[in-house]
């Protein structure tokens, strides 16, 4: 323990130097806009970036794109709640109730909860990554295919806690999204599916575009197709922060969030989008209130938004302890690393400890950056609500078209996204909830990937699933979950039963 | 409407006089006259990037016009390559492409689709680099030596498991071509990506990889994994003790993660010649070369008929693993 102080009080030594403290305040700052931007995700933000960090050192380097990187989990919970815009993916759990809360006038009290949420979960999760790197490293790599499937699985469970309304609907729309994912590269034999010849198809449909789609697209033709058009609304100052029954109600969440996220970050792949999906699920099964979920819980901004910041710092576990790209984002940090002569592997931190502790000292001071660029900002952003509505939604589309263009590139995914927005539109006007579209089309590709990918190891034995420890316990906990489901559905079936001659009964007087 | 026919002709006529004088200027302009973009079909921080930037820094030394690398990804770099295949061929459209040029195109045509491009649409200039893939398994394997590995293999036929970057990627072909040449049958579990494949390996959850030596030489120097041989013509300088396939009487199995630099065909011959001594003198600037050393990625430079021969070879080589692979159906 002395030791590790006295390693961070090296690290504080470096992260102090007033470049490494430039350029994390710039990652930070880059970071949050690349947050705020539709579409436009970390993933995008630090490719763009690399490029313009060969001529630094690799420490300042890496403590930038590490900058953007959680500064976009801060940002992207901002046109989350005031739009319904997903800023990046680990966001789109955030567009539910955030949005809701700002309907109600509490888009201030979304947005200073997400940032708060955000502090505690990265102060958190660094102090867990600084901690814990080595052993949960090797940890983190026993997750393979199998492993992955099945906390996959866990995750589309969450499909069933998504709407207050239909479960039918509910559950249509989640395989409409499933189907949706299956476009693309057939990854395990090459097959393109679904694509008609065009070539951009054969990555599939991206989770930014239908996002930002379903979501951003869908609810500005939503409200332009209103009759009366919708008050705008004007925050008032006194209204900006919590109340003290946010406060209390957003405590656990966050610190739920910080421990999920963190655990289910250091997993390989792109398990951060995930953690959010399943802290929202946590949260709905253990609130009091479940029915408020949908309606603006806060609960439902604080858990997910502290979740995404937390697994962050988690899938840095990998990468610092054993050098291992395990995802798309810590894969260009490596890059990152090498460029400038710095072989990324098991020996890193024992190699490099300047560049460690310096990047695990700039990451404390780099949240609270982010906290005083955030917070103050608040009551900037929450005055876009001030805007009126023949203002705002042709720039919202704006946004949302470039955003979604800026990622890729491509024109093909502007399309999408119009589609998708057309058919939000149309779904939202039969009583269809859009949100599982998302996370199916968001989930199938992993979870064929992860099933495939398991059934080649074991030459298509299904025993593998249950072999497995860690992969047989996720699948009992995930049944453990729909049994308790459908014991809780069949008693509720009798009140049903019971209920229903007494509604027929209420609806003839 | 005698109005619009009017404006029409009118428009007609200032666009001839403006093309009628643009285009002499075009004509005898000196190549390069303006900024050239160099496309890279894969996204910032891959091998190809972390090629082409310094390679475009020292290209823009000698031709002294900005050179911009593009990152153009989709479709496991068809898209990128597609845009240069169909893009005018003037010089100012630059590739940068890996060895899958070769393959996607037989891919194609192994599942009867349209192909997105052909290689005989480009022009090579010049090759960069060509690093031999090695094979790799964990450190605490039973694996001593390349030897181990084959006899094993031959004894339990699908049984030992190898990770890929995906169907018809590189690590794959690299992995299909020696069990070509040594008569085994090994599992393939595809991953979507060089990264998560190493992931895997170091993570147990495959017994091997064929890997280019940069990537891993980290994870072989910190006794995690164990190089047994490669696929190269001469040994991997940073592992002089590593045979190759070929000392060990398997020919057959050579293959390369090579960059190499391409213009659409039909690039007039005078601004090919430019650009491939642009490619020479840049590959000699120091501040490349140190570039190149920091990635761990020797420089082999070849270019005009001693590159054409090579990029025949390979595509000749990688076409034939490609069909050998055949369609994977469902087993």
Redesign the interface.
């Given at each position: 323990m002395a030791e590790t102080l006295q390693s961070l009080a090296r690290g504080f030594s470096v992260a102090l130097q007033p470049a490494v403290l430039l350029y994390a305040f710039v990652g930070c700052v880059v970071g949050t806009l690349v947050g705020v931007l539709p579409g436009v995700g970390p993933l995008a933000g630090i490719?763009?970036l690399?490029?313009a960090t060969?001529g630094l050192t690799a420490t300042n380097a890496i403590v930038m794109l590490a900058g953007i990187y959680y500064g976009a989990m801060y940002g992207g919970s901002t046109t989350s709640i005031l739009m319904r815009i997903p800023g990046e993916a680990a966001s789109v759990m955030t567009c539910i109730d955030g949005y809701a809360m700002a309907r109600k006038g509490r888009a201030g009290a979304a947005l200073a909860i997400a940032a708060i949420g955000s502090f505690i979960a990265g102060t958190g999760s660094v102090m867990a990554l600084m901690l814990l790197a080595p052993p949960l490293a090797n940890f983190a790599?026993?997750?393979?295919?199998p492993e992955y499937f099945a906390l996959l699985l866990l995750g589309l469970l969450v499909l069933a806690y998504m709407s207050g309304g239909s479960m039918v609907k509910s559950l249509a729309m989640a395989v409409l999204g499933l189907l949706l994912g299956m476009i693309g590269?057939d990854?395990?034999?090459?097959?393109?599916r679904f694509s008609y010849?065009v070539?951009?198809l054969?990555?599939g449909l991206g989770v930014v575009p239908i996002a930002v789609g379903l979501f951003g697209i869908a609810e500005v033709l939503a409200t332009a197709g209103q009759e009366v058009p919708p008050k705008v609304l004007k925050p008032k100052l006194r209204e900006l922060l919590p109340s003290r029954q946010e406060w209390r109600e957003s405590v656990m969440p966050i610190g739920r969030g910080t421990v999920l996220g963190f655990l289910i970050g250091i997993i390989?792949?792109s398990a951060h989008i995930i953690s959010s999906f399943v802290s929202y699920a946590v949260e709905r099964r253990l609130s009091r209130h479940p029915e408020e979920f949908g309606h603006g819980a806060v609960a439902g901004v604080a858990g997910p938004e502290s979740a995404n910041n937390s697994a962050t710092s988690g899938a840095f576990v990998?990468m610092l302890a054993?050098?291992?790209?395990?995802?798309?984002i810590p894969?260009?940090m490596?890059?990152?690393l090498?460029?400038?002569?710095v072989?990324?592997?098991?020996?890193l931190i024992k190699q490099q400890p300047e560049l460690f502790w310096g990047f695990i000292a700039s990451m404390y001071v780099g949240n609270l950056m982010l906290l005083a660029l955030n917070l103050p900002m608040v009551g900037i952003f929450v005055n876009v609500l001030r805007v009126p509505y023949s203002l705002l939604y042709p720039s919202i589309i704006m946004f949302c078209v470039v955003g979604v263009y800026a990622v890729?590139?491509?024109v093909v995914d502007v399309w999408i996204a119009l589609i998708m927005g057309a058919l939000g539109y149309i779904l939202r006007k039969l009583g269809f909830e859009t949100a599982p579209i998302v996370l199916g089309a968001i989930l199938a590709p992993m979870i064929e990937?992860a099933l495939r990918?398991s059934l080649?190891?074991s030459?298509?034995q299904y025993a593998i699933f249950v072999s497995r420890p860690i992969a047989g316990t996720l699948l009992a906990v995930g049944a453990a979950l729909v049994l308790l489901n459908l014991v809780s559905w069949m008693v509720r079936g009798f009140d049903w039963r019971k209920r229903i001659p007494l509604d027929e009964h209420g609806e003839n007087l | 409407m005698t109005r619009l026919r009017l404006l029409l002709a009118f428009l007609a006529l200032a666009a001839f006089i403006v093309l009628a004088a643009g285009y002499p200027a075009v004509a005898q302009e000196p190549y390069p006259s303006r900024p050239i973009s160099l496309v890279v079909p894969f996204p910032p921080g891959g091998v190809a990037d972390l090629t082409a930037r310094p390679v475009a820094v020292a290209m823009e030394k000698v031709l002294k016009q900005p050179v911009g690398v593009v990152n153009k990804t989709g479709a496991a770099g068809a898209v990128g390559i597609q845009s240069v295949a169909t893009s005018k061929p003037d010089g100012y459209t630059l590739l940068l492409a890996l060895s899958s040029i070769s393959i996607i195109p037989e891919a194609d045509k192994l599942f009867g689709r349209p192909p997105a491009f052909t290689v005989d649409q480009f022009a090579p200039v010049a090759l960069i680099s060509a690093d031999p893939t090695i094979l790799v398994v964990r450190a605490e394997s039973s694996w001593k030596t390349a030897k181990d590995f084959i006899e094993d293999a031959k004894k339990r036929p699908n049984q030992i498991s190898y990770s890929s970057s995906g169907i018809y990627g590189t690590l794959h072909m690299a992995m299909e071509l020696l069990s070509h040449a040594a008569g085994i049958k090994l599992r393939h579990v595809p991953y979507a990506g060089g990264g998560p494949a190493l992931t895997a390996l170091l993570g147990g959850h495959v017994d091997a990889l064929a890997s280019g030596p940069s990537v891993v030489l980290p994870q072989i120097k910190a006794g995690k994994l164990r190089a047994l041989a490669g696929w190269g013509d001469k040994r991997v300088a940073a592992l002089p003790e590593v045979p190759t396939f070929k000392e060990l009487g398997y020919p057959e199995a050579e293959f390369y993660i090579w960059a190499g630099l391409f213009a659409p065909k039909g690039t007039p011959e005078p601004v090919l010649a430019k650009l491939r001594e642009a490619a020479r003198v840049a590959v000699a600037d120091p501040e490349f070369k140190s570039a190149m050393d920091k990635l761990e990625t020797p420089i082999t430079f070849k270019q005009g008929a001693e590159f054409q021969k090579f990029f025949d070879a390979d595509a000749h080589r990688l076409a034939e693993g490609v069909r050998k692979v055949g369609r994977v159906e469902q087993k």
């Open positions: 490719s763009l690399l490029p060969f790599l026993r997750f393979g295919p590269i990854q395990m034999s090459g097959f393109f010849g070539v951009e054969g990555d390989p792949g990998p054993l050098g291992v790209p395990s995802g798309p894969a260009v490596l890059a990152a090498m460029v400038h002569g072989s990324p592997g098991p020996l890729n590139g491509s990937l990918q080649a190891m030459d298509g | -």
